[in-house]
């Protein structure tokens, strides 16, 4: 069992940056892939980054790709998406999830998810 915690959001003017955390409970954070998803008003939920178990491998939509990084510290069971150069229409909940396969994450059918945490990017 792994449960998630986001934090981090809040309102940012456009051109700014954020730091998003994930918080992962379940001493076998490790053995998951974790992913960073976002839900914009009226649109649906889309991928934005996953990171395999040791931080090693990557992958990003194109839609942030170049303006996020993401990383995890294992020791700490925390997962982060650094966000620079955000846009009005990054604005979203952001999600954090955990599966054990990088394709599951990739194609939104993640086992765990956490409650979101919102970013608000003003112009």
């Known amino acids: 069992q792994v449960q998630l915690v986001e934090s981090g959001g809040g309102l940012v003017q456009a051109g700014g940056s954020l730091r998003l955390s994930c918080a992962a409970s379940?001493?076998?954070?490790?053995?998951?892939?974790m992913g960073w998803f976002r839900q914009a008003p009226g649109k649906e939920r889309e991928f934005v980054a996953a990171?395999?178990?040791?931080?090693?491998?990557?992958y990003y939509a194109d839609s942030m790709k170049g303006r996020c990084t993401i990383s995890r510290d294992i020791a700490k069971n925390t997962v982060y998406l650094q966000m620079v150069s955000l846009k009005p229409e990054d604005t979203a909940i952001y999600y954090c999830?955990?599966?054990?396969?990088?394709?599951?994450?990739?194609?939104?059918?993640?086992?765990?998810w956490g409650q979101g945490t919102q970013v608000t990017v003003s112009s």
């Open positions: 999830a955990a599966d054990r396969d990088f394709g599951r994450i990739v194609a939104d059918m993640s086992q765990y």
């Open positions: 379940g001493r076998l954070f490790s053995n998951y892939v």
């Open positions: 990171v395999n178990w040791s931080g090693s491998s990557t």
